[in-house]
Nanobody, 126 residues
Framework: QVQLVESGGRLVQAGGSLRLSCVASGRTFSDYSMGWFRQAPGKERTLVAGITWTGGATYYEDSVKGRFTISRDNAKNTLYLQMNSLKPEDTAVYYC???????????????????WGQGTQVTVSS
């Protein structure tokens, strides 16, 4: 069973940057596509960005395109989310998650992610 631990969230001013990290336990990290989700108070958890198991393709929610970059280092079992030009509406708990199917490179389905981490709080002040 893969365990995921997120870090890097904190309070930041609008326009600032943060880099989130997600470290995975186990030896199968490189076999799975990964994603970053976020959940704001009173709202559903949504897929923000995804990356295939090879790192060759990425997905971004429209609201973060051009500002966020997802990447992975399979040698370090680590997933990253670089967030630039942060806005107050980016405030949320951010979670990383593993795609249920190994070696998947198709269109991401948010319901096919699992093995959630505990989340890391990102707060953007105006």
């Amino acid at each position: 069973q893969v365990q995921l631990v997120e870090s890097g969230g904190r309070l930041v001013q609008a326009g600032g940057s943060l880099r989130l990290s997600c470290v995975a336990s186990g030896r199968t990290f490189s076999d799975y596509s990964m994603g970053w989700f976020r959940q704001a108070p009173g709202k559903e958890r949504t897929l923000v960005a995804g990356i295939t198991w090879t790192g060759g393709a990425t997905y971004y929610e429209d609201s973060v395109k051009g500002r966020f970059t997802i990447s992975r280092d399979n040698a370090k079992n680590t997933l990253y989310l670089q967030m630039n030009s942060l806005k107050p509406e980016d405030t949320a708990v951010y979670y990383c998650a593993k795609y249920r199917v190994a070696y998947y490179s198709g269109q991401f389905s948010p319901t096919e992610f699992g093995s959630w981490g505990q989340g890391t709080q990102v707060t953007v002040s105006s």
